[in-house]
């Protein structure tokens, strides 16, 4: 049975530093919290999300009887589906099941950071990769990968998702000081056991980690790359847009593709 996300508890803390946008509530939700019903904060309008039914007896991925925090739903169901508006990128090559290449997803990386990654992925763990891409009408390209491994521990030690990353068409890239600002100011809350759609759960945005090209940007568009870690599953969000994808989305869509991982 699928249970609709509202985890109004964890949207506030992932609020936009000084604007007060919860970046997970989607449209329908936006009147259940004093103050959020601002129309016009850029964000992004998503389908109701909702779990995947797990196979019968599998815990939860962050489930007190999972403490490998191992993921047992189909990982293509995890994936973030595409916000209203969207139509689907044809630059993100994946099978009918959505899955990714190793060597499709390297596209993404500089051309001389790829062999040192292809081995790693091919040595160190990795299950299988699905993805999703679209393109929204303001022109931000945005790719989510999920890479499922054998364990946790090769999640920990992948090198494609930190700020020495080098993608492609984006060589140098920054922290992204905006989110920085935001984890520090709900320092508070980290670790607490909030409520959830499958019970309660425990707040760690330290498993989120983003990143922004360094302007002035290699042509005319920039990149952000956002980092998740889940257990078994490292994600990857990477937009791309002439002039930077806005902060407002991107947060967004990071946020609501690491609730589908909890």
Same mark, same amino acid.
């Given at each position: ?8 508890? *964890? ?12 970046? &997970? #509530?989607? %449209? ?11 129309? +016009? ?47 689907p990128d044809a630059g993100l ?14 596209? /993404? ?7 040192? !990654?292809?081995?790693? !992925?091919?040595?160190?763990? !990795?299950?299988?990769? *699905?993805?999703? +891409? ?18 946790? +521990?090769? *999640? ?26 935001? %984890? #520090?100011? /709900?320092?508070?809350?980290?670790? @607490? ?5 499958? +019970? ?7 498993? #989120? ?9 290699? &042509? ?31 947060? @967004?869509?990071?946020?609501? %593709?690491? @609730?589908?991982?909890?």
């Amino acid at each position: 049975m699928f249970a609709a996300l509202r985890w109004t508890a *964890v949207l506030a803390v992932f609020a936009a530093f000084g604007t007060g946008a919860a970046y &997970g #509530i989607t %449209q329908a939700d936006r009147t259940d919290l004093p103050g959020l019903s601002t129309e +016009g904060d850029g964000r992004w309008t998503y389908p109701t999300l909702a779990k995947p039914a797990l196979p019968a007896g599998a815990p939860l991925a962050k489930g007190p009887d999972n403490k490998a925090e191992t993921h047992y739903a189909p990982l293509a169901d995890l994936l973030l589906p595409a916000p209203e508006g969207a139509r689907p990128d044809a630059g993100l090559k994946t099978d009918k099941d959505r899955l990714v290449s190793v060597d499709t997803f390297l596209e /993404q990386y500089a051309p001389d950071s790829r062999a040192k !990654l292809k081995e790693q !992925l091919e040595h160190e763990g !990795l299950r299988q990769i *699905v993805g999703r +891409g679209w393109t929204t009408p303001d022109g931000t390209r945005t790719h989510v990968y999920l890479l499922r491994f054998h364990a946790a +521990g090769f *999640v920990d030690a992948f090198r494609g998702c930190d700020t020495n990353t080098r993608l492609a068409g984006a060589p140098v890239l920054e922290m992204d000081l905006t989110w920085r600002k935001a %984890q #520090i100011g /709900q320092s508070s809350l980290e670790g @607490q056991v909030l409520q959830g759609p499958h +019970g309660p759960g425990t707040l760690n945005s330290s498993d #989120i980690s983003l990143y922004q090209e360094v302007m002035p940007a290699v &042509g005319e568009e920039q990149s952000r790359l956002g980092c998740l870690q889940a257990g078994d599953v490292q994600g990857v969000v990477i937009q791309t847009r002439k002039g930077g994808p806005a902060t407002v989305p991107f947060h @967004q869509t990071v946020v609501l %593709q690491s @609730q589908l991982l909890s």
